[in-house]
């Protein structure tokens, strides 16, 4: 009960703003609703309530209710300038809460009304905006983007359950789509079921000049799909009128959802002002009140069970400990559910028997391992180190984080264990090996082909993207190579490693600054600033690309330098020199043409030449023409090479051998370094 209340206390800590512009553009943002505040630029009508966490609650779960919120001021909808009417646009966050058993309904909708109280509007399918007479009708004015939960209003319209459509003057949409987003411009949506009280951004852009709407929506916490989810053609110049209203409706039926808004901003002078997500109110979960008295008995069992297996817990610890088989548990790794026991490890491992290692590296051994469990397949690569590991605890919060992670063209790590200087780590088993082994030590001359190696690179720049900006946080992975790249059943490439490399951060003396990567991937800023970036792993991600389309190392024998040579043979107009001779010509000239010059491009001098990551994915996916480039930025090699003869120079290499079993190839990571300054 003390947690439910800190949380409530935390919810009063809420953030409010309201903009206003004089003249005829209007904007305005709210993070959160402020009751005394609100009062005055929203008018709430029905069922509609601040409520004191923050959010706006259109609806409660009341059967057949209706509410309205609208911002207080009209909204100028035509200027001098033009006969159209203007362009808009809108950001807001909402959350759809239902009843915590059975079905909710119905849903809520953006609305652009000419009156901020709507005369006889229905609840249920009529969604608060209209009723079963003026349904249709061009005198109603209104435009409404619905976010609707439940399936038809009747058998033939609106037939998806889960749907967002635009409606104008009309419960009929003129266009909707089943609720969902795209973020990698793929053909598929992926579906958001709104009806799961998960809050959900959502944007809406009308051109008044091109006269299009767009309708984008993704999950809180992602970042706005590029590709809208409705792009309609509509001129709204016959439908609004000069003055009109902006606001939400919501209704219920005979099924109810509580309808929140949780943030709002709205602009007719460019894009809506972004809002600060952390600083949202959290939709509160409501108790239905006639199942109040099931959730408490429900309350008291799962407290009793969680008692029951605490204390159970608690006596198997303490007994594990008397024998002094454990490995020394600190009170903070308690609370980590990707720890893994060492016994289990152990056992999997047949003891870290050496006819199980898969991998060496500059990490650590590597290691096949069977869960008695589960019996899956993992890899777990053990990192030894002479002394304790300094900043543990911090490095585990990352682990933990890390753990999170899920992508399909990322080797997931499952989670970790320590005992005493050991840190053991759990990643999924990838049974071909590393791109760097089929590449340069193919198995039984079984050249990997073409479209193999360009279907390698588009799912690691997949795996990258995803680090760099799909996921809550930007992890940067910092060692981004061949021998880090590892090869499914499906000869799909996968990231393995991401933010391991920040061990050495944590290892080493705080005052030093550490460079941390591989000879030959290392960024010029890199190794100048010790500070990593997206702009480096992008540097080192190019870097791999001429590696695949040459199939080089990024650094030969001699003064060879890969990236020059690639750029040598591009400034000489022969860049398809620079091809795997072991290709034999079997390759899209196009295709190796783009890895070729965006290889050199990602590899660039300077940091702010390259491409973002999702800038990448657009020019592999063909759906963005990479710039035509006369002069790549003169890669000065004279200065690339000194910095990497310096490292050389300054780094302890650890060249460990690669010792590996041609059958059984896992993780390697071979001659990090981890060179002070
Ligand atoms: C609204 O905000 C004001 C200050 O901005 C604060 O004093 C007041 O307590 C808030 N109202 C509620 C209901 O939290
Ligand atoms: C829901 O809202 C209506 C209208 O504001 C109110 O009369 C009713 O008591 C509310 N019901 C609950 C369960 O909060
Ligand atoms: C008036 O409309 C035109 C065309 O739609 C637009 O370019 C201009 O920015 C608008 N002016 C204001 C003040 O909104
Ligand atoms: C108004 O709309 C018409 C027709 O779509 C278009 O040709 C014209 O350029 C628009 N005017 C302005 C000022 O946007
Ligand atoms: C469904 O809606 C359409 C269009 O409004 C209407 O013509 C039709 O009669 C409705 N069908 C039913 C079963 O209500
Ligand atoms: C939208 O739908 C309504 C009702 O079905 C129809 O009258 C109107 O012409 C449609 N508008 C557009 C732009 O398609
Ligand atoms: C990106 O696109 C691929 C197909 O090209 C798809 O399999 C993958 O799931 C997409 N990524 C996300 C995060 O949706
Ligand atoms: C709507 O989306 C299309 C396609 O992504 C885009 O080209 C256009 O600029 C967008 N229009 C607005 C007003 O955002
Ligand atoms: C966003 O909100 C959080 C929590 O209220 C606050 O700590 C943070 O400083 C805000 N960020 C910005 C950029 O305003």
Not at 528 to 535: C, D, E, I, V
Request: glycine share 8%.
């Amino acid at each position: 009960m003390a947690f439910l209340s800190t949380i409530s206390v935390a919810l009063l800590v809420f953030l409010f703003s309201v903009v206003i512009n004089q003249a005829q553009s209007e904007h305005f943002f709210f993070e959160g609703f402020n009751e005394s505040d609100d009062k005055s630029d929203l008018r709430l009508e029905g069922a509609s309530i601040f409520k004191t966490s923050g959010a706006l609650r259109l609806t409660n779960k009341t059967k057949n209710a209706i509410g309205h919120a609208f911002y207080s001021k009209t909204i100028q909808m035509f200027n001098k300038t033009s006969p159209n009417a203007s362009s808009f646009n809108t950001y807001f966050v909402f959350s759809i809460v239902p009843p915590a058993s059975g079905k909710g309904g119905f849903g809520l909708a953006f609305t652009i009304a000419p009156s901020y109280q709507i005369a006889g509007a229905k609840a249920g399918q009529y969604l608060g905006l209209f009723n079963e007479l003026n349904d249709g009708k061009n005198s109603n004015h209104i435009f409404a983007v619905e976010f609707d939960t439940v399936r038809g209003y009747n058998e033939t319209s609106n037939s998806y359950g889960n749907h967002v459509g635009i409606n104008i003057n009309s419960m009929e949409s003129n266009t909707s789509e089943p609720a969902g987003y795209n973020i990698n411009n793929t053909l598929k949506n992926e579906e958001i079921d709104m009806h799961k009280g998960d809050p959900i951004q959502a944007w809406l852009e009308y051109d008044g000049v091109s006269k299009v709407v767009n309708v984008t929506m993704c999950p809180m916490w992602q970042q706005k799909p590029m590709k809208p989810l409705l792009n309609f053609a509509v001129d709204l110049t016959p439908i609004v009128k000069e003055f009109m209203y902006v606001g939400f409706s919501a209704a219920t039926g005979d099924t109810a959802s509580s309808h929140y808004i949780l943030g709002w901003s709205f602009s007719t002078a460019g894009a809506a002002h972004p809002l600060n997500l952390s600083g949202l109110p959290i939709p509160p979960v409501e108790k239905e009140s006639s199942s109040f008295q099931f959730s408490v008995i429900a309350l008291i069992v799962v407290l009793s069970v969680v008692i029951v297996l605490l204390s159970g817990i608690l006596l198997f610890l303490a007994l594990y400990k008397r024998i002094g088989r454990l490995e020394s548990l600190e009170d903070w790794e308690l609370e980590c559910p990707h720890r893994f026991r060492y016994r289990d490890l152990y056992t999997a491992t047949k003891g870290f028997k050496d006819s199980e290692i898969i991998g060496v590296g500059g990490f650590g051994v590597v290691y096949k391992a069977v869960m008695l469990s589960t019996g899956n397949e993992v890899a777990v690569k053990k990192i030894s180190r002479n002394n304790p590991i300094q900043g543990l605890k911090e490095f585990v919060a990352e682990i933990e984080s890390l753990g999170r992670l899920r992508h399909k063209h990322l080797v997931n790590l499952q989670g970790w264990c320590k005992k005493k200087n050991d840190l053991l780590l759990v990643y999924d088993y990838i049974p071909n090996g590393s791109l760097d082994s089929l590449l340069f030590h193919p198995r039984n001359d079984s050249v990997l082909n073409w479209e193999q190696r360009f279907n390698i690179v588009k799912g690691i720049a997949s795996g990258l993207l995803y680090l760099h900006e799909e996921w809550e946080q930007v992890v940067i992975h910092r060692d981004v190579k061949s021998s880090n790249v590892l090869i499914d059943a499906e000869m799909n490439g996968r990231l393995g490693d991401f933010g391991l490399a920040r061990l050495y951060d944590h290892g080493i003396n705080s005052h030093t600054t550490n460079v941390v990567g591989t000879i030959g991937y290392i960024a010029p800023e890199l190794a100048r600033t010790g500070k990593a970036s997206t702009s480096s792993d992008v540097f080192a991600y190019g870097v791999l690309l001429l590696e695949v389309a040459t199939g080089r190392r990024p650094i030969g024998s001699g003064q060879f330098i890969l990236v020059d040579w690639v750029k040598e043979c591009q400034q000489m107009g022969r860049i398809l020199d620079a091809v795997d001779p072991k290709l034999d010509s079997r390759y899209a000239d196009e295709q190796m043409k783009l890895i070729l010059e965006l290889g050199l491009l990602c590899s660039h001098q300077e940091a702010e030449a390259r491409p973002r990551m999702r800038q990448v994915t657009r020019y592999l996916d063909g759906d963005e023409k990479m710039p035509v480039m006369d002069d790549m930025g003169s890669i000065d090699s004279s200065r690339l090479n000194e910095i990497n003869r310096r490292l050389m120079q300054l780094s302890c290499i650890e060249m460990t051998s690669t010792s590996y079993h041609s059958s059984s190839i896992g993780f390697m990571s071979t001659s990090s370094i981890d060179a002070g300054r």
